[in-house]
């Protein structure tokens, strides 16, 4: 079945910002009709975590770029979860089969993404690994004593810089993955078509999804007070409520299912 054309965008609508709230009433309701399932891939998240933080504890230079580029490629973790949400709304009743099945699938956009989201992941673990062996001088032998040191002695100058960088970067992935993953997991739509219409679902609706990213951050700055643990439910309900979220804002009519 042949792709719709690739370098077009699909038409959005645009959604006020009180529709979020409804997106994170829908993804609630998938999360309990698919308890299991859900918490599942959070929990998966939160043991990443736990592997990336140990990692950062022994180097510590590459504590911020790790952990940010681990939440890089979070949209193309939930990949499982918009498949539970694409199902449920066919009136299914999926499991972790489903899930496993999600990722066994040759769809070969979702691959593409998820190498570009790991591949500038990598891109800002390697840049911020250069900025502080550039900029630090000072021996430390700690993330504590890192944290100390950019805030006291360097006046928050390397911090702002490394942040404003990250800022920047995350801003970018969020566009281009706000609506792509689910997009390409639904419908015949190619790689560059599906970066295309999420940008423009966010450029469109700036004020809905900056709403929305603020939500995103605010889940991952709970989820990193709890020890990670937070991570369990705000992942499923985040991935979740992003396939609710693409299915109001993205117009799919005429473009053809990728799975029955």
Sequence with gaps: MALAADRVPLPVRHVPPRQVWHWLALGWADLRAAPVASLAQGLAVTVGGWLVIGIAQQYWWLAPGAISGFLLVGPILCTGLYELSRLRARGERPGLTDVVNAWRRDSRPLVRLGLLLLGLGSLWVLFSALLFWLFVSTPIRSPVEFLRYAA??????????????????????????????????????????ALLTSARAVGENPLTMALWASLILAAIVLSFATAMLGFIVAVPLIGHATWHAYKEIVVTDGVPLRYE
């Design 152 to 193: 006291i002695e360097q006046g928050n100058l390397l911090f702002a810089l490394w942040a404003v960088v990250g800022g920047m970067g995350a801003a970018l992935v969020f566009a281009l993955a706000a609506v792509s993953p689910p997009l390409m997991l639904g419908r015949m739509v190619g790689f560059r078509q």
